[in-house]
């Protein structure tokens, strides 16, 4: 019988869970998903392939899995960064800048563009998940244009617009340059939408 890690079988599985998830996500940096085997994640993580099984059937449920974590997590870090701001106008500006220092790994991994290989049923899963990011996005715009600090607008496709802006940046990793380019997406995002303030 496999070491049990943690104090009970619960927290065993949630830490193998992260261990195949940080896997993952370590080797989708370097290669395109279509690449890797569900063997070397295994290995990856220090588990052993059987044990993968345990969890997921195939590495498209273990991607699927992992985009629900990264999801979940996400969205719990941006609804606590807007809880306290009342003003659509700088709760655009913090969903901006939580957006634009977001790595997703799976979107931004090597190979083919994960929308060609994964199967019908999958697509539309991983799309459930931008939908629950993007109706942050339209409340804050509804917000806006019902208290006047935006103009009238079609907000699904300026909620389309946004996040396809923000979702295709690659943001730098040097300090300098990446103030630099998540300033210029703040500011470039508030006067696409036509805000009056574009400057903090």
Known sequence: MPKIIGGSLHEHRAQTRQKLFAALSTLMTDRGFDTITLAEIASAA????????????????????????????????????????????????????????????????????????????????????????????????????????????????TVTLVNACLSGRVIPEEPGARGRAIDAAETFVLRAVGADTVAA
Do not use: C, W
């Not at 901006?96 to 199967?119: C, E, M, N, W, Y």
């Open 46 to 157: 220090g588990v052993g392939r059987t044990a993968v099984y345990n969890h997921f059937p195939d590495k498209e449920a273990m991607l699927l899995g992992f985009i629900t974590h990264e999801t979940t997590q996400y969205v719990a870090t941006l609804e606590r960064a807007l809880q306290d701001i009342d003003d659509p106008v700088e709760q655009l500006r913090t969903y901006v800048r939580q957006q634009a220092r977001l790595k997703r790994v799976f979107h931004l991994a090597p190979g083919p563009d994960l929308r060609t290989i994964l199967s019908r049923p999958a697509q539309s899963r991983v799309r459930e998940h931008a939908v629950v990011v993007e109706n942050i996005l339209r409340h804050i715009l509804e917000e806006g244009i019902a208290r006047g600090e935006l103009p009238e607008q079609d907000v699904e496709v």
